[in-house]
């Protein structure tokens, strides 16, 4: 059987969170559609924080609710504090992410919080999350570099993650926040946090393409064992409080090089396309992926596909 890999949509959260124009519930609900057609089954789909910190993901007590329930499917949702978890189990969620970083001057800027009080604050917030049954992600942002204080220590995130499955997540990401992270530190890291008593199982990579570093980083997880990769279809995305961040990698180009290095996802990339085309068409925006442009590549024709 061929390896596979987990495919993390966020596109619906991460993807459009930082977006200026206001975008209907209906149209968020449209590209979930989409995803889902496409054959994503896990999919970031809202955040629960203060709707003045990010005003275009206000409508996730209305969203949630509005999301085809189909089998095997997650929606897990950015739960800052217990006012969130409060209003994502309001809202029917059965999964959540908390997220930290490794730095404070990241944290403090996203959360208004240092590393350590945003692990107390998510303690009751993860116990009352595991109670319920819910899946938990933990986010550590900054691994790879810090928009207010640079260079980061691979252990030092690997110190935030391990207190985060300490807390019971069932699985910590790794954020390239900025886009500024290389293969090799993808290697450094995920030595690291195996030495730590990490399991590859338990690794998930979130990479920015802001410097076009994020396919290599991805083979460099691969080669490392990692299976669970994020990505954002149409390549949307950036945090608010992250200066310089730039669209996740591309959920298009992921699966072009997950299809043609042989991995199993169970993604489709023409109906990957239908909605990468139908998200930045509603943001009013060309759709600026490799992928998106040259389409894919049948190679028992040599025809480009998806175009
Ligand atoms: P605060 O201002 O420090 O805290 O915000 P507060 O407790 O003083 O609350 C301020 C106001 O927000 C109050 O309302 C609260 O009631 C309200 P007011 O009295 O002013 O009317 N409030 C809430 N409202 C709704 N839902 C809530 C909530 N909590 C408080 N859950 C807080 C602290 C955490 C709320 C705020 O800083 C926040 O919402 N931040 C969100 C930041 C965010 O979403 N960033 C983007 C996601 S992270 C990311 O993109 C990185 C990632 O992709 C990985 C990577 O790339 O590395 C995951
Ligand atoms: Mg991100």
């Given amino acids: 059987m061929a390896d596979r890999v987990r495919i993390y949509e966020v596109g619906p959260r991460d993807g459009l969170q930082n977006e200026s124009t206001a975008i209907p519930l209906a149209t968020k609900r449209g590209f979930i559609d989409r995803l889902l057609a496409a054959g994503l089954r896990e999919i970031e789909a809202t955040s629960f924080v203060s709707p003045k910190a990010i005003p275009q993901l206000a409508d996730a007590d209305a969203l949630l609710p509005a999301l085809p329930n189909a089998p095997g499917v997650r929606y897990p949702v950015l739960v ?57 992600r933990g986010y550590v942002s900054t691994a790879f570099g810090c928009p207010y204080t640079g260079a980061v220590d691979p252990h030092r995130a690997v110190n935030v993650a391990t207190r985060l499955l300490e807390l019971g997540v069932d699985e910590v990401c790794f954020g390239d926040t900025i886009g500024v992270g290389v293969p090799a530190q993808v290697s450094a890291l995920t030595d690291a946090a195996t030495a730590a008593g990490i399991e590859l199982r338990q690794i998930a990579c979130h990479f920015h393409d802001t410097r076009g570093t994020a396919l290599a980083n991805v083979v460099a997880g691969l080669e490392a064992g990692v299976r669970t990769f994020d990505s954002s279809t149409g390549g949307t995305g950036g945090c608010p409080y992250a200066p310089g961040a730039a669209g996740n990698l591309a959920t298009e180009d992921l699966v072009y090089l997950l299809d043609a290095s042989g991995f199993e996802h169970g993604v489709e990339l023409e109906k990957v ?18 992928v998106g442009q040259a389409g894919g590549w049948d190679a028992s024709s040599g025809a480009a596909i998806g175009r």
């Fill in 80 to 136: 800052p504090n217990e006012r969130g978890m409060a209003r994502a189990e309001a809202a029917g969620a059965k999964s959540l992410a908390v997220f930290t970083a490794a730095t404070d001057a990241f944290t403090e800027h996203n959360i208004g919080m240092t590393v350590d009080e945003s692990l107390a604050a998510f303690e009751p917030v993860l116990r009352r999350a595991a109670d319920l049954g819910w899946w938990r």
């Fill in 273 to 290: 396309l239908d909605a990468a085309r139908y998200i930045t068409g509603a943001l009013g925006k060309p759709l600026t992926t490799k």
